[in-house]
């Protein structure tokens, strides 16, 4: 680097007792650094994780942007309210550790309240634990401000780790849904006593639900889904009310009490009260209890439940119908009593019992009810010895029976019907296939049910390369990031570079956390023909720079003093001149590193800061004992 000399004449004279120092400042250019790469449109860093911080980097975000908060902790005393499309992104559960410190639980740490329904928007909360102290709910997803006839289909809350409520039944919930729709996965609910609730809603805005929207929507990306999720420490999984649905699949589940039902279907009450759930699918998952459980309190609308394995020593399957539909009236053709339901191959330790079914119902009278909903009417069980008369049955397409009664169904599959094995729990190595086919007229099979794409497409989303992504200008030695986006379940990821425009990659990192972020030092080659490919690190998706970008020589710095000359004067053994400033300015391009030191070392000057970055200011001042009367000059090289 270049240096800027400053020349300092100093006189002291025996006529005069004054020391005087003249300082002359020259200019040269500087060689330095390029400026600073600028923020993306799509990603917003928070300066931390505090509340502040990262409300304030929402509040800066667009529609359709990221906030990636960075590792740390911290204790939230406020509500995060977002209301536009967003994903909020953090460095990982046990990286990024929120607490919640708000003291009320009618309140959460993240609730995500839309303002623009009708576009369907995206959301996301992911990389995060939260740790709720018993002191408010974790997240909100608030659809209940929708009066429209569009389902809200693409949330997604996953890879976090939601603490701090346990063995309480009625305490903080991790996460409140209230009629949006997507997929919860990934997630540890860790000694967790209810961690769900997909119910929240007045019985208003049920109303609407009900007489806007499709009551049969099984199999479909219209729903909820929570799969290859981790619960421990349960008494509830979750609830259903208020026209709310679900699927809950491939679940690994340990209980803490069987006091409550695991799972809930909620049907309609008074008048005035709720809305019935719309229904619910439940298969795939893995029950770990010691003491004996009431798996599902179904209640109301259509429920699948199957192929699910359990290690309790006894476990039972209720339904009931609690109040008439004519109290809570709606123009959808669909009932609210439970109806349509199908209970099949659920299993204990693999290959063992069935669970028993328990139906009861006092306060019924819908038409064709009388008192108590009924198997083969409203549900049908499964039957092992099934030829198309009653129940449930199952095997390949080709063994069923060609005569049916209607109502009865019949699981069509080519995969193993006695033994579990590989089909349920987290991360299943053989998920479940197959097709579920109702007898809808005399000796008329019709296809009812395919279970929905697993994993759920949401989770296979490409990755996008964000920057560079072309147009980009990086001079060589600079520090610039490398950032994309994924909603995939990717991992590590590999990063490689290229300067001929894709023919061929040099690699920058083989492996890399999915932090969605990589600080890179350009490398010592110009070319106008570069892009930066991300992809997974074993094998998935990958995506390059949209376009080229260049790598380009450092641009110059051109620095500018304040002051070309100070003088300073001092009487021996008396008075002197107080020190002087001179501000160092950038006028050119690049950021500026620069020093301040005395061109010829005597003791004679003090210079404070001796070197900064960007523009600053030194402070200039003497040091005159022990000098004679007279002229004096010297340097200052910055």
């Keep these: 680097m270049e240096r800027t000399t400053i020349f300092i004449s100093r006189w002291i004279t025996r006529l005069s007792p004054a020391v005087i120092i003249w300082i002359f400042v020259a200019f040269v250019f500087a060689a330095a650094f390029p400026l600073e790469m600028m923020a993306q449109a799509k990603m917003i860093v928070a300066a931390n994780a505090s509340y502040s911080a990262v409300n304030t980097a929402v509040a800066a975000a667009q529609p359709g942007d990221t906030v990636v908060v960075p590792p ?11 209301t536009k499309s967003l994903s909020l992104i953090g460095a990982g559960a046990g990286s990024t550790v929120i607490t919640s410190g708000i003291g009320n639980l009618n309140a959460y740490l993240i609730a995500y309240r839309p303002t623009d329904f ?84 007045p019985s208003a805005q049920s109303n609407i639900w009900w007489n806007n929207w499709n009551a049969n929507l099984l199999g479909t990306s219209e729903n909820m889904y929570f799969e290859d999720n981790t619960f421990t420490g349960v008494e509830i999984i979750m609830d259903c009310q208020y026209g709310n649905r679900y699927a809950f699949r491939y679940n690994t589940v340990t209980t803490w009490t069987a006091s409550f039902p695991l799972l809930d279907i909620h049907g309609n009450h008074s008048a005035g009260d709720q809305y019935s759930s719309f229904g619910g699918e439940v298969y795939g998952n893995q029950l770990n209890d010691t003491s004996g459980m009431r798996l599902m309190d179904h209640r109301g609308g259509k429920l699948l439940l199957f192929m699910n394995n359990s290690t309790t020593p006894s476990w039972h399957i209720q339904v009931r119908d609690e109040a008439p539909d004519s109290s809570n009236p709606t123009t959808n053709p669909e009932p609210q009593y439970p109806n349509d339901s199908y209970f099949f191959l659920n299993r204990r330790n693999l290959t063992g019992s069935a669970p028993t079914i328990v139906n009861e119902g006092p ?24 030829n198309g008369t009653v129940g449930v049955g199952w095997g390949t397409l080709a063994n069923r029976p060609t005569t049916c009664t209607v109502g009865v169904g019949y699981w069509a599959t080519n995969q193993s019907t006695t033994n579990l094995s590989g089909m349920v729990g987290k991360n299943p ?41 072309g147009g980009e200008a990086w001079a060589i030695g ?161």
Excluded at 72 to 82: D, E, K, V
């Design 363 to 386: 306060w019924s009278d819908n038409p064709p009810l009388y008192g108590v909903p009924q198997e083969n009417r409203e549900f049908w069980n499964g039957n092992p010895s099934f």
């Design 429 to 469: 190595t053989t998920p479940i296939l197959g097709t579920l086919y109702v007898c809808t007229a005399t000796n008329v099979w019709t296809a009812f049910y395919t279970p929905y794409t697993y994993p759920h497409p949401m989770r296979k989303t490409a990755l996008t390369v964000t920057s560079p992504n």
């Design 118 to 201: 009708a576009s369907n928007p995206a959301f996301r909360v992911s990389g995060f634990t939260f740790d709720l102290a018993n002191s408010s709910h974790g997240v909100f997803l608030d659809g209940t401000r929708n009066t429209t006839s569009v389902l809200q289909t693409r949330c997604r809350i996953d890879h976090n780790t939601f603490t701090g409520a346990p063995n309480h039944a009625l305490g903080p919930q991790a996460i409140h849904i209230g009629g949006i729709m997507g997929v919860v996965d990934n997630n540890l609910f860790d000694n967790f006593g209810y961690p769900i609730r997909n119910c929240w809603g």
């Design 478 to 638: 600079s520090s610039q990031k490398i950032t994309w986006t994924s909603t995939a379940d990717i991992g590590n990821v590999k990063i490689e570079y290229s300067t001929d425009n894709g023919a061929n990659y040099t690699t920058i990192t083989s492996s890399t956390a999915d932090t969605w972020s990589y600080n890179w030092t350009v490398p010592n080659v110009i070319s106008s023909s570069c892009r930066v490919r991300v992809s997974a690190a074993g094998t998935g998706p990958a995506d390059t720079s949209d376009s080229e970008f260049t790598i380009v020589q450092s641009p110059p710095v051109k620095i500018r003093l304040s002051r070309s000359r100070l003088t300073f004067a001092a009487t021996t053994g008396g008075k002197q001149t107080p020190d002087q400033f001179v501000l160092i300015n950038n006028i050119g391009q690049g950021t500026m590193h620069w020093t301040a030191e005395e061109a010829e070392p005597g003791g004679m000057l003090r210079i404070s800061p001796t070197q900064g970055t960007g523009n600053g200011k030194i402070l200039v001042g003497v040091n005159p004992e022990g000098f004679s009367p007279g002229l004096y000059t010297g340097y200052i090289r910055v």
């Design 72 to 82: 740390g902790q911290a204790t939230w005393a406020s509500q995060l309210i977002i």
